[in-house]
């Protein structure tokens, strides 16, 4: 246990960051998820999860509880699989003759 004043508060800032940071780590991985579980719905709540997955890891981002990088290729990894559902969605099915 810290012993010295200003030893004390940097216990308690650090104990508030670290509550703070988990935080925004598991709204982060809620919205994830949501995103995983939309692929299987229409492609309008896809769309809406993944918009707010992504507006979630850059906030996290530019305020430094996840690296730029990481949220980039989170980011590449969901837009890939909405493309993808997108695309055969619009696409018409090829006849099987």
């Known amino acids: 246990m810290p012993h010295t004043k200003s030893a004390k508060k ?3 800032k650090s104990l508030k ?5 988990r935080d925004v780590k598991r709204t982060l991985r809620l919205h994830l998820k949501a ?3 939309a692929l299987n719905g229409p492609i309008e709540g896809l769309q809406a999860a ?3 997955a992504a507006k979630k890891l850059d906030k996290a981002a530019a305020r430094g509880f996840i690296h ?13 699989l909405l493309f993808k559902k ?3 969605a619009a696409a018409p099915p090829t006849p099987t003759a």
């Open 50 to 52: 993944y918009n707010a």
């Open 35 to 37: 995103f995983q579980k």
């Open 17 to 21: 960051r670290r509550a703070h940071n």
């Open 86 to 88: 997108t695309s055969s």
């Open 68 to 80: 730029r990088n990481l949220a980039a290729r989170k980011k590449s990894q969901m837009a890939r």
């Open 10 to 12: 940097n216990l308690r």
